[in-house]
């Protein structure tokens, strides 16, 4: 419930915390957010752009695709590794960043009996989704490449599956002790699919991108590569087509263009066995350097006044 999660979330505009009066949140400086009728609450901030996370028919595809179990390895992976560091630190908040549905928060909690969840996504009909997967998760509707309405040092675990990530970000609200677990597909994932459907496929540079980026806020700690084979129906098929990036670039006017390519999809009807391979990576907390502007420091001060981490600078 969104309740359970109150205490780690902070204003978008001012860092302040907040507290829930009947259907709306609110900061000690009056910023009010309303809670959705679906039990998540938006917490984007900012002008401009907003984020656009997938739509209401994605989600709903992805839903399908995992219900079924199709990633059920993956699954059980990510849950394995939350209950492995929960062993170590039980309890706290186990962050979700591009939840989704919330499949793999609520997997997790189900196997971290002491902890809470909170699910964060830019799309609503994910946060919906989400807002429902787990009676301890928590839904937020938020952009993972803006500061995130969560206070510093208040996270003992965060998940970021198939996901858009800040590592900036999650290093600020995650605890000096706490980790990252990080599940991205190799260029293999999927690959029997990406030409015959004329999918997008991934770039072959993306491991090494990622260690960049991840590099200066996280160590890595532990790193498994899992590949599995998935057995596809026709409906499961549409669905992972539906669900993923590439269903950005299929529209109905472009399927038409390209008659050849929609004949294919309709000859990959039977079952199929396809390839899934993603490494799941666990990341440690890097040694935190002094920096930090006013907010962060705002959003410091408010977890050491809710007692709810440890200083941020710490050595
Ligand atoms: C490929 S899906 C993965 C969902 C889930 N982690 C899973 O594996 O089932 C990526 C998710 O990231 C969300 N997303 C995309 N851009 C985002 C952003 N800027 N901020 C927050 N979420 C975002 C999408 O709405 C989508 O739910
Ligand atoms: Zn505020």
Redesign the pocket.
């Known amino acids: 419930m969104l309740n359970d999660a109150l205490p780690v979330l902070a204003c978008p505009h001012c860092g302040g915390a907040l507290e829930r009066v009947g259907r709306t949140v609110h900061c000690g400086n009056g910023h009010a957010f309303d809670i959705a009728r679906q039990g998540y609450v938006s917490l984007l901030s900012g002008s401009g752009q907003a ?4 739509t209401a028919a ?2 709903a595809a ?1 839903g399908r695709f ?1 219900d079924a179990g199709h990633y059920g390895p993956l699954m059980d992976a990510v849950a394995g590794e939350v209950a492995r560091l929960q062993q170590r630190h039980p309890g706290g908040c186990v962050l ?6 919330g ?2 928060l609520a997997a997790a909690l189900a196997q971290a009996p002491a902890a809470i969840g909170l699910a ?4 609503k009909a ?1 946060a919906r989704s989400a807002a429902h997967c787990h009676p301890r998760v928590g839904s937020v509707l ?4 803006r500061q995130l309405p969560i206070a510093d040092s208040s996270i003992g675990v965060a998940l ?5 990530r800040g590592p900036a970000e999650l290093h600020r609200v995650l605890t000096n002790n706490g980790a990252l677990i990080v599940a991205t597909p190799t260029p293999r994932h999927l690959r029997e699919l990406v030409g015959p459907l004329d999918l997008l496929g991934v770039d072959e540079r993306k491991p090494e991108r990622l260690e960049q980026a991840m590099g200066g806020h996280f160590a890595r700690r532990r790193h498994t590569l899992l590949e599995f084979t998935m057995s596809l129906g026709h409906k499961d098929i549409e669905d992972l087509v539906g ?3 590439s269903a950005w670039h299929s529209t109905e006017a472009q399927r038409q263009a390209n008659p050849g390519r929609t004949a294919d999809r309709e000859r990959l009807g039977g079952d199929l066995r396809v390839p899934a391979a993603a490494p799941l990576a666990s990341r440690q907390v890097a040694q935190r350097g002094g920096c930090g502007g006013p907010r962060s420091a705002k959003l410091h001060n408010l977890a050491k006044r809710r007692g709810g981490g440890q200083p941020s600078t710490a050595a």
């Open positions: 984020a656009q996370g997938d994605m989600v992805r995992l979700d960043v591009g939840a989704g549905t499949h793999y964060v996504d830019a799309a994910a938020a952009d993972v490449w970021t599956v198939f996901a858009p669900m993923g990036p």
